[in-house]
């Protein structure tokens, strides 16, 4: 497959190493860490020598620094949360490895839904996460108490006519 073969070749060369070094020294700068989280979420991809990269790279906690280092920013925090989205997918001790714990996914989206609630594409992405760790009992408790009803609700009301936003808060 042409696809895995460069995406092998891209981490092979050092792309995943090269995305977190830029993030660790650039933490302030806003657009780097966006063009290094874009570059991390692609190399991931859904192959499993990306997201043993992705793993061994500590690359999850780089994405949660950067939500915490820039909480204004939505893009941010829209990718944030799709790459925590990713990992609901991924077996525990995947997540385990990753450093991931149900407490971080909650204190990032939840922070980050009080802050960009009235931005459609943030709170669609951050209501998505929540769905997808809802499906796995073992955490959707955890993620759940971060969060409260009135809170997801108020995100549904200011955003009553866009049905992706509806359909997540749901779920």
Do not use: Y
């Amino acid at each position: 497959d042409p696809s895995t073969s460069l995406l092998e070749s891209l981490i092979s060369a050092g792309a995943m190493v090269a995305a977190v070094d830029l993030m660790k020294h650039h933490t302030a700068d806003a657009l780097v860490q966006r063009a290094a989280l874009d570059a991390l979420l692609a190399l991931v991809s859904n192959r499993k020598v990306g997201l043993e990269a992705f793993v061994g790279q500590q690359c999850l906690g780089k994405i949660v620094d950067a939500m915490r280092k820039h909480p204004a920013d939505a893009l941010i925090q829209q990718i944030g949360a799709q790459a925590l989205g990713s990992a609901a997918q991924w077996p525990e001790e995947v997540r385990h490895e990753a450093g991931l714990s149900a407490a971080m996914v909650a204190e990032v989206l939840s922070a980050a839904l009080l802050e960009h609630a009235g931005d459609v594409a943030c709170a669609a992405a951050i209501l998505e996460v929540l769905a997808r760790f809802a499906g796995d009992p073992a955490w959707a408790k955890q993620v759940a108490e971060g969060f409260s009803e009135k809170q997801v609700q108020e995100v549904m009301s200011h955003h009553s006519q866009m049905q992706v936003v509806q359909a997540w808060g749901r779920a």
